[in-house]
């Protein structure tokens, strides 16, 4: 498999709603997720093809979006280290923890030893390991007040308001495109033509002062792909997983399970 590596930089507040916002609070993810993007470069194929109804029917298209050939990741927020070379960070695992009162002493919870007995707090948030450093990035956020409108005359109702928690413009995100280098480079042929940056709308509220982003694939090339994380390496023949999405695991009848044996069938076939 081989990827293309995309970034996303907003331009305007962009609000990616949480399923589980209250009534007069709507709360935004703190990632831009693949799928999310998957329908970016969607709604562009059907633009630039003009497939003005039965995009399905398309073969690429079906293949690309649909089947599967292509794979959307995440995008998490990117920071810079001393010599202001891009850093992706990404999930924290929750093993990552500070000790209360001093979070400068951190230490992960999966290779402490029988001993450890100090009180931790979860670091959280995004970041990334390198050595024996860890490095933490913050993805910023505003809150912004609205009058609620009534869906049938269009008029703000008087006195009644709803929240809107938005990641704040000039952030940038990454994440990459992974899929066979024949697709990967008809891709790139079909959306960049010799340039590598446009403008899209996403998540929420498009239409108002919302979701104005600039994307761009940075790979000039299809590159191969190994892992999300840049210069992964097993050492000591010991890892950790941490799951950064929902995962769904089928045992052997078809039906989804939450069984560890079947878990631990799924990674010896990877």
Known sequence: MQKLTYRITTLCPVL??????????????EYIPGSSVLGVFAHKFIQKKSLSGGADKNNT???WFLKGNLRFTNAYVVSHDEDGRVKKNFPLPFSIQYEKGDEKRVHDLLHADEEFDRQTIPVGG????????????????????????DSVTGTAKKGLFFNYESIDANQTFEGCII????????FLK???????KDIA??????????????????????EDFNSEIDEFEIENGELSLTFLSDTVIYNENG???????ELELSLIHI
Do not use: C
């Not at 899929?179 to 008809?186: F, I, Q, T």
């Not at 079909?190 to 590598?196: H, S």
């Not at 039906?255 to 044996?261: A, I």
């Open 16 to 29: 990616i709603s949480e399923s589980a916002s209250g009534v007069n609070m709507i709360t935004t993810r």
């Open 201 to 222: 709308y996403i998540g929420r509220s498009r239409n108002a002062q919302y979701g104005k982003v600039l994307l761009e694939i940075i790979s000039e090339a299809p």
């Open 179 to 186: 899929g066979e280098k024949n697709d990967l480079e008809d």
């Open 61 to 63: 298209f079906y293949n």
């Open 255 to 261: 039906f989804s399970t939450t069984d560890l044996k």
């Open 190 to 196: 079909l959306f960049w033509d010799n340039k590598n």
């Open 126 to 149: 995004f970041g990334r390991i390198e050595g024996e450093g860890l490095y933490t990035q913050e993805v910023e956020k505003s809150l912004n007040f609205h009058h609620q409108r």
